[in-house]
């Protein structure tokens, strides 16, 4: 029963992940369809080129908070008992990342007539499933994703170290017992759904075409 209870939070979190906030929000508020506009994603980054920095803000916190509410949600649904509890507390989280990512209320067909579906690259909700394991890692992961940002100057290399900096933190936690290492699983995992969906942004990385941020973007201006 608990293991039934469980794939019901990881079927449910996928689809809070599904909700496409970004195109909710960039609509309501400009009419635009944020698919349309520069990468077509619809996570935070995009939805602020697309309607400005409220409206990447709003849809960066919705997003966040898909990965904790997926974390609270395999926590309400499987016995606090149950063996089985700290794997769905993983695997409840990458669920709604996937969902983000691949929404599947935003499916459709490509040029060739193949379905597809379509998100954002996961970021936000990544950082939402750290802090819904351990709230703390937040206080760590964000203020190192913008440090990557302003410094690196690019959005997809910052997306990238948020997964890679909660897996160091849990696996300093797992040292000290402080925490289970299926923790250090979920960071791990995180990160592949992190690549696997800027794949198109590494490809940009490695051809020095990748478009910059901040102050690195202004200088290349000047």
Known sequence: MDFLLGLMA????????SIPFGLLIVWLSTGKD???????RTGGTNAMRAAGFLAGAGTTVMDFMKGMAAVWLARWLVPADSTWLVWFEVFAPLAAILGHNYSIFLAERNE??????RGGAGGATAVGGAAGLWWPSMFIVVPVGLLVLFGIGYASVATM???????IIFIIR??????PWAYVLYGILAEVLLIIALRPNIIRLMNGTERLVGWRARRHKV
Not at 34 to 40: A, Q, T
């Open 112 to 117: 060739k007539g193949q379905l597809r579906l």
């Open 34 to 40: 944020i698919r349309k506009v520069e990468s077509g």
């Open 161 to 167: 170290s948020i997964a890679v900096v909660a897996t």
């Open 174 to 179: 797992a040292l000290s017992g402080a925490s």
């Open 10 to 17: 990881v079927l449910l979190s996928y689809l809070i992940g």
